[in-house]
Every structure is written in structure tokens, then in C-alpha cells.
């Protein structure tokens, strides 16, 4: 069974920068769409980032310019730089592997790293 296992969230002022982890429990991870999601309270779990194979980028509009999300092969790590961060950027992080259609590959989730955006 695959497990996610993030890590890096933390308090942060507006403006502040951190680097979200996530280390992921499949031997085929070099061939995954692997992705970073978000869910704040109250909200749905949304897409933010995520990465190809061939390390081919796409953002979600709120986040694309202060979010840069890259990835370790070897490592088997995805992870996500966060700059000028928001109050609205406070939720918890997930990674997943993804479809085409942005759904995630597999059903079960890691216990995701809490980012709160306060002063």
C-alpha cells in the first residue's frame, strides 16, 4: 500500500516563505503526475501544484508565481517552495499522484502538514 508522508508546514507571518516535503512509498514514483493539494477548513480538498514525469509544471491560478514545486527521483520526495505567503494559504497540505483528469491515483492520503498564515 502506498503511504505519503509530509512534512514542513508550520506558523508563518504573511509574506513568509516555507518548504513543504513529501516522501512517497512507491516503486514506480518516477512514473507519476505527482501533485501538492490543499484543504482549509471548511473547504474541499483543492489541487495547487503539481509536476510530470518530465518535470513539466502547472499551478493553480491563486498560487501560480509564489509556489514552485519540484521533485527528487531518487529521493522518491515531492516538494513544494511557498513564497509570499497568504492568509489565505492556511490549510493542510497533501501530496498524491494524479490522473489526467487531476483526481488523485490513489485512494489513501498521508496526514498531510498543517500551514497557517497568521501574524
Known amino acids: 500500500q502506498v503511504q505519503f508522508v509530509e512534512s514542513g508546514g508550520g506558523l508563518v507571518q504573511p509574506g513568509g516563505s516555507l518548504r513543504l516535503s513529501c516522501t512517497v512509498s512507491?516503486?514506480?514514483?518516477?512514473?507519476?503526475?505527482m501533485g501538492w493539494y490543499r484543504q482549509g477548513i471548511g473547504e474541499q480538498r483543492e489541487l495547487v501544484a503539481d509536476i510530470s514525469p518530465g518535470g513539466i509544471t502547472n499551478y493553480a491560478d491563486s498560487v501560480k508565481g509564489r509556489f514552485t514545486i519540484s521533485r527528487e527521483i531518487n529521493k522518491k520526495t515531492v516538494y513544494l517552495q511557498m513564497n509570499g505567503l497568504k492568509p489565505e494559504d492556511t490549510a493542510v497540505y497533501y501530496c498524491n499522484a494524479l490522473q489526467a483528469s487531476g483526481s488523485p491515483v490513489f485512494g489513501s492520503w498521508g496526514q498531510g502538514t498543517l500551514v497557517t498564515v497568521s501574524s
Open positions: 512507491v516503486s514506480s514514483f518516477r512514473l507519476y503526475r
